[in-house]
């Protein structure tokens, strides 16, 4: 099992910033991706940024050059640098994590932050 606890979410006006952190319940490097997804009313919920347990990271091409993933080992907390933010950018964002049992895929996802973008 790996819990996840999200914070940093807010309102924020268009071109600031802000970081939200997830915090898990086990060592990070337990886990095979940690990423970041959102949801905004009535959309899907899409992947924002990933990282693997080797560092490999990943981007939406609509988040690329304004948003940075990032973890602290120590911490066992990933964290999304968001920059440049626009009003498309509004959605809860939810920490995944996701692990390999045996073979089957297995995710985790933390209950979501609200993030909106607003002048």
């Known amino acids: 099992q790996v819990q996840l606890v999200e914070s940093g979410g807010g309102l924020v006006q268009p071109g600031g910033s802000l970081r939200l952190s997830c915090a898990a319940s086990?060592?990070?490097?337990?886990?095979?991706?940690m990423g970041w997804y959102r949801q905004a009313p009535g959309k899907e919920r899409e992947s924002v940024a990933s990282?693997?347990?080797?560092?490999?990271?990943n981007y939406a091409d609509s988040v690329k050059g304004r948003f940075t993933i990032s973890r602290d080992k120590a911490k066992n907390t990933i964290y999304l640098q968001m920059n440049s933010l626009k009003p498309e950018d509004t959605a809860v964002y939810y920490c995944?994590?996701?692990?390999?049992?045996?073979?089957?895929?297995?995710?985790?996802w933390g209950q979501g932050t609200q993030v909106t973008v607003s002048s």
């Open positions: 990282i693997t347990s080797g560092g490999s990271r």
């Open positions: 086990r060592s990070i490097f337990s886990i095979n991706v």
């Open positions: 995944n994590a996701q692990r390999i049992i045996v073979t089957t895929p297995v995710n985790y």
